[in-house]
C-alpha cells in the first residue's frame, strides 16, 4: 500500500483560509462530557450558510450529552452528518437510557432523526457545492480485533495481551453487543451490510466516507500501544479506498489529527480528542477539517502529537 504523509504543521499555525463559498467540513470526537471539550463544541460555527459538518464519532457517552452537541450543530451548520463512535454506543451505569448493543444504536438514530442530522441509516446525501458533486456515506463499521500485534495469533491470545500490558479499551465493559454474541460479529454484519449499499452505488459519483475509525490499518502503526489497535477498525475495510470511488475519508477515534494519503486516497484523521491532548498538541488544522473543496493553500497534514495515543478508555 502507497503511503504519503502530507507534512505536518508545528503546534499553533494557521489552516488554509475559508473557501468563498460553502464548505464541506468535518469534526470528531468531541467528547463534550469534558467541561473544556464542551466550550470548544460551542465555538464551532460555520463561515458561510451553506456548509456542511461530519461529525466523525465520540460526541459523547450520555445521551442528554449527545443530543445538546448535535442539536447546537445542527441549529448553525446547513446539514449535519453523524456517524457513531464507541463512546455513544456505550451504556453507562448512571445513564438513564439504559438501552444496549443496537437497541441503543437505534435509540441515537431516532434522536438524530429528531434532530435533523443524517445517519448510516439514512440515504446517503450528495454535497453539490465547491468541489462536488460528492455522495457523503456515514458508516458504522466497529471492529473485528484483526489489527493484532504480530505477536498474537487469535482474538483471545490479543486480548489476554492486552490486558498483560494494561491496555485495555473500556469497550470490554461497556460497549455491550446485544443481540448480536459478540462485537466482531456485530462488525462484521455491519460490514456486509454497508459493503452492499456500496456496490450498489453509482460509480461515476465520488464519495467522501465517514467512519469512526480508519478504514485502513496504517494510521495506527504511530500507536505508542499497538495492542490498542485491535480497537479500532478491521481488515475486512483495507480496500475499500481503491475499490469505490472515494475522494475522502473521514475518520478519528486515534486522538491524532493529521492528513495522510494511501494509494493516493486523502485519509482525514480530524479529531479533537481530550483536553490534556489539545492543550499539549494545540489544534494545527483548526477545530473544522474542510474536506471539499479540497484545501489548495496551507498546511495539509497534522501534528502527530508525538505519535501519541487515544487516552485510556477511547
Same mark, same amino acid.
Given at each position: 500500500?502507497?503511503? +504519503? $504523509?502530507?507534512?505536518?504543521? /508545528?503546534?499553533?499555525?494557521? !489552516?488554509?483560509? @475559508? %473557501?468563498?463559498?460553502?464548505? &464541506?467540513?468535518?469534526?470528531?470526537?468531541?467528547?463534550?462530557?469534558?467541561?473544556?471539550?464542551?466550550?470548544?463544541?460551542?465555538?464551532?460555527?460555520?463561515?458561510?450558510?451553506?456548509?456542511?459538518?461530519?461529525?466523525?464519532?465520540?460526541?459523547?457517552?450520555?445521551?442528554?450529552?449527545?443530543?445538546?452537541?448535535?442539536?447546537?450543530?445542527?441549529?448553525?451548520?446547513?446539514?449535519?452528518?453523524?456517524?457513531?463512535?464507541?463512546?455513544?454506543?456505550?451504556t453507562m451505569r448512571d445513564e438513564p437510557v439504559q438501552a444496549r448493543g443496537v437497541?441503543?444504536?437505534?435509540?441515537?438514530?431516532?434522536?438524530?432523526?429528531?434532530?435533523?442530522?443524517? +445517519? $448510516?441509516?439514512?440515504?446517503? /446525501?450528495?454535497?453539490?457545492? !465547491?468541489?462536488? @458533486? %460528492?455522495?457523503?456515506?456515514? &458508516?458504522?463499521?466497529?471492529?473485528?480485533?484483526?489489527?493484532?500485534?504480530?505477536?498474537?495469533?487469535?482474538?483471545?491470545?490479543?486480548?489476554?495481551?492486552?490486558?498483560?500490558?494494561?491496555?485495555?479499551?473500556?469497550?470490554?465493559?461497556?460497549?455491550?453487543?446485544?443481540?448480536?454474541?459478540?462485537?466482531?460479529?456485530?462488525?462484521?454484519?455491519?460490514?456486509?451490510?454497508?459493503?452492499?449499499?456500496?456496490?450498489?452505488?453509482?460509480?461515476?459519483?465520488?464519495?467522501?466516507?465517514?467512519?469512526?475509525?480508519?478504514?485502513?490499518?496504517?494510521?495506527?502503526?504511530?500507536?505508542?500501544?499497538?495492542?490498542?489497535?485491535?480497537?479500532?477498525? +478491521?481488515?475486512?475495510?483495507?480496500?475499500?479506498?481503491?475499490?469505490f470511488p472515494v475522494a475522502a475519508m473521514v475518520y478519528g477515534h486515534l486522538h491524532?489529527?493529521?492528513?495522510?494519503?494511501?494509494?493516493?486516497?486523502?485519509?482525514?484523521?480530524?479529531?479533537?480528542?481530550?483536553?490534556?491532548?489539545?492543550?499539549?498538541?494545540?489544534?494545527?488544522?483548526?477545530?473544522?477539517?474542510?474536506?471539499?473543496?479540497?484545501?489548495?493553500?496551507?498546511?495539509?497534514?497534522?501534528?502527530?502529537?508525538?505519535?501519541?495515543?487515544?487516552?485510556?478508555?477511547?
Open positions: 500500500m502507497a503511503h +504519503t $504523509p502530507s507534512g505536518s504543521a /508545528p503546534s499553533g499555525s494557521t !489552516p488554509s483560509a @475559508p %473557501a468563498p463559498g460553502p464548505r &464541506l467540513l468535518a469534526v470528531s470526537d468531541l467528547h463534550v462530557g469534558a467541561a473544556d471539550n464542551r466550550a470548544v463544541t460551542e465555538s464551532l460555527h460555520p463561515t458561510h450558510e451553506g456548509d456542511w459538518l461530519l461529525v466523525a464519532g465520540d460526541v459523547a457517552e450520555r445521551t442528554e450529552d449527545i443530543a445538546w452537541a448535535l442539536r447546537l450543530l445542527a441549529g448553525r451548520f446547513a446539514k449535519v452528518v453523524w456517524a457513531p463512535g464507541n463512546h455513544e454506543l456505550w437497541e441503543r444504536y437505534r435509540h441515537l438514530v431516532e434522536l438524530c432523526r429528531g434532530l435533523g442530522v443524517l +445517519t $448510516p441509516e439514512d440515504p446517503w /446525501p450528495v454535497w453539490r457545492g !465547491p468541489g462536488g @458533486p %460528492a455522495a457523503v456515506a456515514p &458508516l458504522f463499521l466497529l471492529y473485528d480485533y484483526s489489527w493484532r500485534t504480530s505477536e498474537a495469533l487469535t482474538k483471545e491470545e490479543s486480548l489476554a495481551r492486552a490486558h498483560e500490558a494494561g491496555v485495555v479499551c473500556t469497550d470490554e465493559f461497556l460497549l455491550h453487543p446485544d443481540p448480536y454474541p459478540t462485537r466482531d460479529a456485530w462488525c462484521r454484519d455491519r460490514v456486509a451490510t454497508t459493503l452492499r449499499r456500496l456496490q450498489a452505488h453509482d460509480p461515476s459519483v465520488p464519495l467522501v466516507l465517514v467512519n469512526h475509525y480508519p478504514l485502513v490499518r496504517e494510521p495506527t502503526r504511530v500507536l505508542w500501544h499497538p495492542e490498542f489497535a485491535q480497537w479500532c477498525g +478491521t481488515d475486512l475495510t483495507a480496500d475499500w479506498h481503491r475499490r491524532i489529527p493529521r492528513a495522510t494519503r494511501y494509494d493516493g486516497v486523502r485519509f482525514e484523521e480530524v479529531s479533537i480528542g481530550y483536553p490534556r491532548e489539545w492543550r499539549r498538541r494545540g489544534h494545527p488544522l483548526g477545530l473544522l477539517r474542510q474536506i471539499l473543496p479540497h484545501p489548495v493553500a496551507g498546511p495539509e497534514g497534522a501534528a502527530r502529537a508525538g505519535g501519541g495515543a487515544p487516552e485510556a478508555g477511547a
